[in-house]
Antibody, heavy 128, light 113 residues
Framework: EVQLVESGGGLVQPGRSLRLSCAAS????????MHWVRQAPGKGLEWVSGISWNSGDVGYADSVKGRFTISRDNAKNSLYLQMNSLRAEDTALYFC?????????????????????WGQGTLVTVSS | QSVLTQPPSVSGAPGQRVTISCTGS?????????VHWYQHLPGTAPKLLIY???NRPSGVPDRFSGSKSGTSASLAITGLQAEDEADYYCQSYDSSLSGSRGVFGGGTKLTVL
């Protein structure tokens, strides 16, 4: 059974940092790309970042580029999101999602992977 | 402002059919990227509903169907049931100078009257 368990969320002051983790099990972690998706209170889903199986392709939403860093440790079956210079608008429930994609890139014109498994999310609140 | 545009809300009576549109552009859906659909109850994990524009994962009723044409896609739900009341999101990718990046629609709240 595929399981994705996020951790690391909490209350943090604006400008500070936080590191989210996602522990994966039930599948061959280093075969698949992984993503972070968030949902702010009262808002829709927002893609935050993705990383290919070998970390060769990483991508970020414009809203977090330069502040967030995605990484993975295939030996530990874990995905991470380092969040720096946090803002109030980063307050959200952060989901870890497994991609169906096994290719070298997050996606291409002839391969558009979907998110087939999701964690339950970890809540990040940025407030003074 | 989401890259993919969905209607904020749709509604229908039990047994009726509703459709949810997802409009993109030449840098995402129109570029050839597939569209996927998710059903979401706030605070819970989203559930994959349709992948590859028109395919249903195992366990998803055939009341749910998807299609794609040009720069748009749509999700149709027939025989509406109370349990279908949820938020629905389309998802694709957008091509940028730095590669393909994930994008979601703004979401559509389905109300079963």
């Amino acid at each position: 059974e595929v399981q994705l368990v996020e951790s690391g969320g909490g209350l943090v002051q604006p400008g500070r940092s936080l590191r989210l983790s996602c522990a994966a099990s039930g599948f061959t972690f280093d075969d698949y790309a992984m993503h972070w998706v968030r949902q702010a209170p009262g808002k829709g889903l927002e893609w935050v970042s993705g990383i290919s199986w070998n970390s060769g392709d990483v991508g970020y939403a414009d809203s977090v580029k330069g502040r967030f860093t995605i990484s993975r440790d295939n030996a530990k079956n874990s995905l991470y999101l380092q969040m720096n210079s946090l803002r109030a608008e980063d307050t959200a429930l952060y989901f870890c999602a497994k991609s169906s994609g096994e290719g070298p890139t997050l996606a291409s014109y002839d391969s558009s992977p979907f998110f087939d498994y999701w964690g339950q999310g970890t809540l990040v609140t940025v407030s003074s | 402002q989401s890259v993919l545009t969905q209607p904020p809300s749709v509604s229908g009576a039990p047994g009726q059919r509703v459709t949810i549109s997802c409009t993109g552009s030449s840098s995402n859906i129109g570029a050839g990227y597939d569209v996927h659909w998710y059903q979401h109850l706030p605070g819970t994990a989203p559930k994959l509903l349709i992948y590859g524009s028109s395919n249903r994962p195992s366990g998803v009723p055939d009341r749910f169907s998807g299609s794609k044409s040009g720069t748009s896609a749509s999700l149709a739900i027939t025989g509406l049931q109370a349990e279908d009341e949820a938020d629905y999101y389309c998802q694709s990718y957008d091509s940028s100078l730095s590669g393909s990046r994930g994008v979601f629609g703004g979401g559509t709240k389905l109300t079963v009257l």
